[in-house]
T-cell receptor, first 113, second 115 residues
């Protein structure tokens, strides 16, 4: 699985968009970009994933650059409950894979009132 | 609530004691994972079941650790002769066959403290 690089921490004002970057310059063609988050004292929660097209769901949007070497997770209107550690994970299917997730240290997003 | 439950939520034990944790995954999920998370780190993969078969174990899983998933339903993780270094959050996750192969649903975790 490709290695990812994320900032250690970020701040965002409540109601504003939170843009969380992730670099994955060694991503290969069959690898997806996944985002999870972990609110304090809870298990991680799946947010969104993508291969090469931008994706949007009820929680967030994922923008992947054309060369796929980086991506940005966007929370359009951050609330205090979005304060969490956000993990960017790159994983790909390779026949017989167990689909385990390889977490880094993630980005601690603090949403301020 | 993701539908994955873990029991107990907290466990304090003395060094050298054995502990067992239970995970109940989402009922239709055939894949089950155990992860361990220490303070300030992301979760680390421990082991994986597909139905009742344990298909992969991490090198983190020493001989003192054993996991089972009888009948492909709930799973247990046992740690024998606990050490202080075993203190961590133990997370269980489940997932199903389908298009989104890396979407896992995590339980709330069991926090183990070894004194």
């Amino acid at each position: 699985d490709a290695k990812t690089t994320q900032p250690t921490s970020m701040d965002c004002a409540e109601g504003r968009a939170a843009n969380l970057p992730c670099n994955h310059s060694t991503i290969s063609g069959n690898e997806y970009v996944y985002w999870y988050r972990q609110i304090h004292s809870q298990g991680p929660q799946y947010i969104i994933h993508g291969l090469k097209n931008n994706e949007t769901n009820e929680m967030a949007s994922l923008i992947i650059t054309e060369d796929r070497k980086s991506s940005t997770l966007i929370l359009p209107h951050a609330t205090l409950r979005d304060t969490a550690v956000y993990y960017c994970i790159v994983s790909g299917y390779s026949g017989g894979s167990n689909y385990k997730l390889t977490f880094g240290k993630g980005t601690l997003l603090t949403v301020n009132p | 609530d993701t539908g994955v439950s873990q029991d107990p939520r907290h466990k304090i034990t003395k060094r050298g004691q054995n502990v067992t944790f239970r995970c109940d995954p989402i009922s239709e999920h055939n894949r089950l994972y155990w992860y361990r998370q220490t303070l300030g780190q992301g979760p680390e993969f421990l082991t994986y079941f597909q139905n009742e078969a344990q298909l992969e174990k991490s090198r983190l899983l020493s001989d003192r650790f054993s996991a089972e998933r009888p009948k492909g339903s709930f799973s247990t993780l046992e740690i024998q002769r606990t050490e202080q270094g075993d203190s961590a959050m133990y997370l269980c996750a489940s997932s199903s066959r389908g298009k989104n192969l890396y979407e896992q649903y995590f339980g709330p975790g069991t926090r183990l403290t070894v004194t």
